[in-house]
């Protein structure tokens, strides 16, 4: 177990565009902003979605996609840095019709109806993501 302190800095609230991908857009207000690091939430509806598993015995993702279109009932994840560009981490709870629900690991091909964002800055060391022998992820160096 390791743990960092870090402070809150800027909260930024956005409104993604429709028929953007939901991971390339949250990264993109990261990058306006100059967020290194920074917890998300988020809730919108997608037009299409990909979710993934992983798969602790391979090590290896399996994307699927769910029936769209869905509500983006939660979206909870971060931002931080991998080989020198911003990673976005997120996991989705999404609803279809009939409100039964799925969920995962967001993939790209997430296409965005509607969403609004909020990005929670996190200031302090920067928070990397390096290979991990263990898990076989990319998880955060020094912690
Ligand atoms: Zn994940």
Do not use: K
């Not at 902003?33 to 809730?43: S, V």
């Amino acid at each position: 177990m390791g743990a960092r302190e870090y402070a809150r800095g800027r909260r930024v609230v956005a409104r993604l565009p429709h028929g953007g991908d939901l991971l390339e857009e949250i990264a993109a207000v990261a990058d306006a902003h100059g967020m290194q690091a920074a917890e998300l939430r988020a809730i919108g509806a997608l037009q299409t979605a990909r979710l993934a598993f992983y798969d602790q015995t391979s090590h290896e993702y399996g994307e699927f996609s769910v029936a769209a279109p869905v509500e983006l009932v939660g979206l909870l994840g971060n931002v931080s840095r991998r080989d020198g560009a911003t990673a976005v981490h997120a996991h989705a709870t999404l609803a279809g019709h009939d409100g039964a629900c799925v969920g995962g690991h967001v993939a790209p091909g997430c296409v965005i109806f509607a969403c609004e964002l909020l990005l929670q800055e996190l200031v302090g060391e920067p928070l990397e993501r390096e290979f991990d022998e263990v898990t076989g992820l990319p998880l955060w160096r020094g912690l």
